[in-house]
């Protein structure tokens, strides 16, 4: 089956600091992967996607995530954490499935950064 | 913000109610879709619309009825509903429908079942 697993209800760190937000997935053939965020009473934002290439991938805001084709992952990074990062963190997969595209979310991370 | 509104953004309605809410998109996009946002769960895929045309229902109860008139508008009809429908519902737009291009959300409508 396809899913998408963030094994972290909560990530917390302190400003300033590096911080990672896990991402594995589980879909047969070759999966687009994207992170969004989502703001207190706001729509999720697209951060960034990874479709072919470069493992790493660039995204808004200084965020960066790495695709690990042999551990199936997809960890959001950021080299220094701003308390207005903090926000609901989606992990999400584009698998081909039943004649058509699905967007398949993880349960998604809060990110809490302390002063 | 990103292109694509709701109204309104927050309702509240007995279960004997009918209300609908509303979605547009700005972006020229050309598949919109409808999802819920509960609580600790994952967001739920309801209803894809691509060219005007319905092409995904994930076994959504019929008291949810969509209407798709025109690429930019997108509407969710509610009728009957019960308190477990209480939810965060959330529209979104994409060119193409899924694949390598990402969906952009409106900012939600809250919806409350007493």
Partial sequence: AQSVAQPEDQ???????????KCTYSVSGNPYLFWYVQYPNRGLQFLLKYITGDNLVKGSYGFEAEFNKSQTSFHLKKPSALVSDSALYFCAVSNFMDSSYKLIFGSGTRLLVRP | ???????????????????SLKCEQHLGHNAMYWYKQSAKKP??????????ERVENNSVPSRFSPECPNSS????????????????????????????????FGPGTRLTVL
Avoid: I
Avoid at chain 1, 11 to 21: F, I, K, S
Avoid at chain 2, 74 to 84: A, I, M
């Fill in chain 2, 43 to 52: 967001l739920e895929l309801m209803f894809v619309y691509s060219l005007e």
């Fill in chain 2, 1 to 19: 913000e990103t292109g694509v509104t709701q109204t309104p953004r927050h309702l509240v309605m007995g279960m004997t109610n009918k209300k």
């Fill in chain 1, 11 to 21: 990530v917390n760190v302190a400003e300033g600091n590096p911080l990672t937000v």
């Fill in chain 2, 73 to 104: 508008h997108l509407f969710l009809h509610l009728h009957t509903l019960q308190p477990e429908d209480s939810a965060l519902y959330l529209c979104a737009s994409s060119q193409d429908q899924g694949g390598v291009n990402e969906q952009f």
